[in-house]
């Protein structure tokens, strides 16, 4: 089992590693999305420099890859429903996140890792990742940041998931997801640090829908 284990790690890592938002930028528009604007490999840049269309494509993929990474358990043969299958889920999401930011095909140089994580949320337990994002869209629509909306987003995802379903809704949840709701509200700020440096001077830009590319 350990083999798998590890098997299964290196594949989620080579996923995340996949950059859809370098590629797709390359292969269409012929431009280096780590060059333009935020420079950022990301749904948000892409969509701020070539529209919604093209940042959609990207979430959608860096969403079903975290949800893909950890699917891999399938091919495991531990049990559901156990502590040791969250904690295979949690390090099949931890590799997918890592690749994302750090991807071994593109210098190490990756996105923030948002749609990953969301993804693979969603996968571990599906209600309180679309409360979560529920509140990403409610906050996006009120203050029309993107960062700001991902940073309450990361801050109320445990608290969906640890006061209301743990105690509530789903008593059986595992305390090794419990323990990995907080490790995203820690994880999306650290990789948000200059986007908290320029809401904290005034300086972030808020997110605008952009329908065909900025020139």
């Not at 529209?51 to 860096?62: E, K, P």
């Amino acid at each position: 089992m350990a083999l798998q284990v590890i098997l299964i790690s290196l594949v989620a890592y080579v996923l995340g590693s996949i950059s859809s938002a370098i590629i797709l930028c390359k292969l269409i528009y012929g431009v280096d999305i780590r060059e333009v604007g935020s420079r950022n490999p990301g749904a948000n840049n892409v969509q701020r420099v070539f529209g919604i269309r093209a940042g959609i494509t990207v979430f959608l993929f860096d969403f079903f890859k975290g949800w893909a990474a950890v699917k891999l358990i399938g091919f495991t043969t531990i049990g559901t429903g156990s502590e040791l299958y969250s904690q295979i889920q949690i390090l099949l999401t931890l590799c997918a996140f890592m690749g994302h930011c750090f991807p071994i095909f593109f210098n190490f140089k990756g996105g923030k890792g948002v749609a990953v994580l969301a993804g693979a949320m969603y996968a571990i337990h599906p209600y309180a990742a679309l409360s979560s994002i529920v509140v990403f869209c409610i906050i996006l629509a009120i203050t029309h940041y993107t960062s700001l909306s991902v940073l309450i987003t990361a801050i109320s995802y445990p608290l969906f998931t640890n006061l209301l379903f743990a105690r509530v809704l789903d008593q059986e949840m595992t305390t090794t997801v419990r323990i990995f709701s907080i490790l995203v509200a820690i994880l999306l700020p650290l990789t948000h640090l200059s986007n908290i440096k320029r809401l904290l001077t005034g300086k972030e830009e808020r997110f605008k829908l952009r329908y065909k590319r900025s020139r």
